[in-house]
């Protein structure tokens, strides 16, 4: 007999009640594996995903570099294949990525330390070093067509995103900065809210935007800029999307009609999106991705394969094919579903989507498609502010 702190002991007829239940919960587990299958790779899904632009919207590999390698590709050279990372150039090469937004995040209490924009520009220059390093893999790029032509040449177009507007410390004036050494987005806040923009994951401050925010967004918008809403609360997506000229990326964000995590896009703001032209790039974290019921089942729950393509289904069935992409936060996470162990994996996705009846056009539209077209509306309508 099992013994309880409650009761002390549990009787026989309670013991098999509670075995049975864990019982049926592991049939259904070994069920759901069993209706869903692992993904094989085929020559046609493999020849798809090669003429594709895979451009991923969100990779944290800059941090991992600073945290577990002393900021030295001496230390964790990824020319070379590195378990303890999500990313390096073998396993990139492997997984078919075309082109990246590099993450330079910095952790938010550095909007308390004042010293927010020093150690973003420590993180671009873990980002500058790393194409110094491999200029044979790695190619900055400025603008849309640099990313095509990057491409063409054989190379994975970079561009940076800053994760976090405490980086610009309160100044219009840094977005210039850091657009200049090479950011093309900028999260407007990441897990603590400012005084211009609320956090998904904090209280808030300003219910939206404050006008110093709406001027941030505004000046993104001029700049070329993309404005990035993941991270921020659905009242400051809201206001976001009422203020931009230019579409707006989620650049790593799942459905929250699947999971109910704040971190999610709700189903209520994804016409808003479809509406302004933008794009959400899926996360593939587990706790991001696992349906809630699940997670209410068991917390550590990883996951797998097809349930981050669920939520690429789900955001075309609300936001249309246009309006979905990939993101998916490698090196940013703790845990990562089944078949999405590294940036090895992303032919997979390209694989499920056409066991599920996709035609190569869409996958083309969802591996990078849609967030090159964001891109080329942002520096038109850039053009166009500026001309003004």
Not at 24 to 52: F, M, W, Y
Not at 242 to 253: D, N
Not at 315 to 334: F, T, W
Request: glycine share 6%; hydrophobic share 40%; with cysteine.
């Amino acid at each position: 007999m099992a013994r309880t702190p409650q009761t002390g002991w549990l009787s026989r007829a309670s013991f098999w009640r509670i075995t049975a239940v864990l019982g049926l919960c592991a049939a259904a587990s070994q069920a759901e594996e069993a209706v869903r299958p692992k993904v094989v790779l085929t020559p046609e899904a493999a020849a798809i995903h090669a003429a594709g632009m895979l451009f991923d919207g969100h990779n944290d590999l800059p941090w991992e570099i600073r945290e577990k390698g002393n900021s030295s590709f001496d230390t964790l050279d990824i020319s070379q294949p590195q378990p303890t990372l999500h990313t390096d150039i073998p396993r990139l090469r492997q997984g078919g990525l075309k082109a990246q937004f590099w993450s330079v995040f910095v952790p938010a209490d550095h909007d308390k330390t004042g010293d927010a924009l020093l150690q973003t520009l420590h993180q671009i220059s873990i980002v500058n070093t790393m194409m110094q390093r491999y200029p044979e893999t790695f190619e900055f790029a400025s603008t849309a067509d640099d990313i095509q032509r990057i491409v063409t040449s054989g190379k994975v177009a970079s561009m940076m995103g800053v994760e976090g507007g405490y980086s610009i410390e309160d100044e219009l004036s840094n977005l210039q900065r850091l657009y200049d050494a090479g950011c093309r987005y900028m999260t407007l806040t990441h897990s603590k809210s400012l005084k211009w923009a609320d956090s998904a994951t904090d209280e808030p401050i300003s219910h939206g935007l404050s006008d110093f925010g709406k001027d941030v967004v505004l000046e993104m918008n001029r700049l070329g800029m993309l404005v990035d809403l993941s991270h921020v609360s659905p009242e400051t997506m809201k206001a976001a999307l009422a203020t931009t000229t230019a579409p707006v990326i989620f650049s790593h964000s799942s459905a929250r009609a699947i999971c109910d995590h704040p971190r999610n896009v709700p189903d209520a703001v994804l016409p808003l999106v479809a509406k302004n032209g933008g794009v959400v790039m899926v996360n593939f974290f587990s706790a991001f991705i696992v349906p809630t019921a699940q997670l209410k089942l068991d917390k550590d729950a990883r996951g797998s394969l097809h349930d981050v393509v669920d939520h690429i289904e789900h955001l075309v069935k609300v936001a249309g094919i246009d309006h979905v992409g990939i993101g998916s936060d490698y090196d940013g996470v703790p845990q990562l579903p089944a078949q999405l162990e590294s940036v090895a994996s992303y032919p997979l996705i390209t694989q499920e989507l056409l066991n599920r009846g996709y035609d190569k056009e869409a996958i083309y539209k969802i591996l990078g498609g849609n967030v090159m077209r964001v891109l080329r509306k942002a520096e038109d309508v850039a053009k166009s502010m500026k001309q003004e």
